[in-house]
């Protein structure tokens, strides 16, 4: 399956964003998908996972409560809402086909083995 991530832009401290994370060439209800984010100068961190029948999700604690992570047949979003400047990255989201969803293991980006590409956001302040 691939992956093609969408919908970063430009928003204003406190604003929302929904970040889409598209997959084709095969089922993706099959896979447990995972948010991560890379800042300038700063090593890529986990945002979010979600498992393969969404019933299951893990979150950064900075992002609790702000951001979810949900998805339908064939995507997985990233709804962030009351983002702040702190939030801006390149967002990449990860998929890897699994029964279920191991919490430590979906913390690791070299732990998926489906990689799209970047979508930046940018929150102003």
């Known amino acids: 399956v691939q992956l093609q991530a969408s919908g970063g832009g430009l928003v204003q401290a406190g604003g929302s964003l929904r970040l889409s994370c598209a997959a084709s060439g095969g089922t993706f209800s099959t896979y447990i998908v995972g948010w991560f984010r890379q800042a300038p100068g700063k090593e890529r961190e986990f945002v979010a996972s979600i498992s393969k029948n969404g019933g299951y999700t893990y979150y950064l604690d900075s992002v609790k409560g702000r951001f979810t992570i949900f998805r339908d047949k064939s995507t997985v979003y990233l709804q962030m809402n009351s983002l702040k400047p702190e939030d801006t990255a390149v967002y990449y989201c990860?998929?890897?086909?699994?029964?279920?969803?191991?919490?430590?293991?979906?913390?690791?980006?070299?732990?998926?083995?489906?990689r799209g590409q970047g979508t930046q956001v940018t929150v102003s302040s």
């Open positions: 990860a998929a890897r086909s699994l029964f279920a969803l191991p919490q430590a293991s979906s913390l690791n980006w070299d732990w998926y083995d489906r």
